[in-house]
Every structure is written in structure tokens, then in C-alpha cells.
């Protein structure tokens, strides 16, 4: 669908030399002299590379609507994730690259949100936060004090992370999906 460049916000898909771009940021720049301009910065969804473009207010710019879908995690294999769609139970492989560092924390049921053009998935989404037991913690150093250090532990899913020093082994914690830091301690 064709759109005003002075329309286009962050978020929005484009299309432009035959890519699918997200728009990371806009901005509408005045000079002194001369006619506004639309800076777009972009970030290409299959290989992940960035551009600026400039446009006049007044072109227009073509916009995508992508399709997105709840699908519940079933299984991985390698590097390959099944999800299934919750309202047709179609299943879909998708690639450990298109999910990214969120991947390890995929949990078997779990939701999550796959965008998709043209039955092709480009995005996953998954829930902000995940509860995670802690399989080895260090122990704790003397004279540490609770709110200026943090220690190492690793999680049931492997993946390392830091949490304070009265948090054990075998305690269950809530851990962001984005980055793997701890947040607090899980209510049972």
C-alpha cells in the first residue's frame, strides 16, 4: 500500500529494490531553506543491515502489513524451531537466526507471536519474561554486601547469568528473555 513518506513511523515495514525493511527510526527535518525531508533509518529483516534514506514529504513510500499469528512452541531440532498455529494447528520450522538470542529461552508450550509475509515468517516474538531454575550458583564471598555484587549462576536452559548473593542453587528466578538478566526471585 502506498504511503506519504511524512506517514511512515518505527515499526512500520517498507518495501523498497525488493527487500523488506523496518523502520527503527523517523524524523522530519525542516532547513532553513528548501523543501523537508524524511530521514529513515532501516534495518533490512532477512540480512540484518541498516541503511539511512532520506525522502521528500511529499513521495510516497510503499508500506507492507505483515501478518502476525499466535503459535505455541513445540520442539527444536539442531537449529530449527517447530511452532504450531493455534487456530489452523499448521506447524512451521523456523531458523535459530530469525529468533535470535531469545531462542534459548523457548520452553515447550510456550506463546508466541511469528510475523509472517506471504507465509514467509520473518519475526518471533517471545514473552518478555521467563522463570528459570538455577542449577549451579557460587558460593557466597564474606563481607559481600546484597545490593553492590552480583555472582555467577547458570541456569536449567545453560545459559549463564549473574544474580545476587543470596539466590542458590535449586531457587527458581524470573530472567529476561532479551538479555538473560535476572529480575527477581519467582513467587511459588
Not at 513518506?5 to 523502520?23: C, H, Y
Not at 529461552?105 to 516474538?125: H, N, R, W
Request: glycine share 6%; aromatic share 8%; hydrophobic share 35%.
Amino acid at each position: 500500500m502506498k504511503v506519504a513518506a511524512i506517514t511512515v513511523r518505527s515499526g512500520n515495514v517498507l518495501e523498497q529494490d525488493n527487500k523488506l525493511w523496518v523502520v527503527l527510526k523517523s524524523e522530519i527535518f525542516n532547513p532553513g531553506k528548501g523543501a523537508s525531508v524524511v530521514q529513515v533509518e532501516m534495518r533490512d529483516l532477512r540480512s540484518g543491515n541498516k541503511t539511512n534514506v532520506r525522502y521528500r514529504t511529499q513521495e510516497t513510500v510503499e508500506r507492507v502489513n505483515l501478518d502476525e499469528s499466535e503459535y505455541s512452541f513445540l520442539y527444536s531440532e539442531g537449529d530449527s524451531f517447530t511452532f504450531m498455529n493455534q487456530e489452523t494447528f499448521e506447524q512451521i520450522s523456523i531458523p535459530r537466526d530469525i529468533i535470535g538470542y531469545p531462542a534459548a529461552f523457548l520452553q515447550d508450550g510456550m506463546m508466541c507471536s511469528i510475523k509472517t509475509y506471504e507465509g514467509q515468517p520473518l519475526a518471533v516474538s517471545i514473552p518478555d519474561t521467563v522463570i528459570l531454575e538455577i542449577t549451579e550458583a557460587d558460593a557466597v564471598v564474606k563481607g559481600q554486601t546484597a545490593s553492590s555484587s552480583y555472582k555467577p549462576a547458570l541456569l536449567s536452559n545453560g545459559v549463564k547469568t549473574s544474580v545476587p548473593p543470596f539466590i542458590g542453587a535449586g531457587t527458581r528466578i524470573v530472567v529476561k528473555t532479551e538479555d538473560g538478566s535476572y529480575v527477581e526471585r519467582a513467587k511459588d
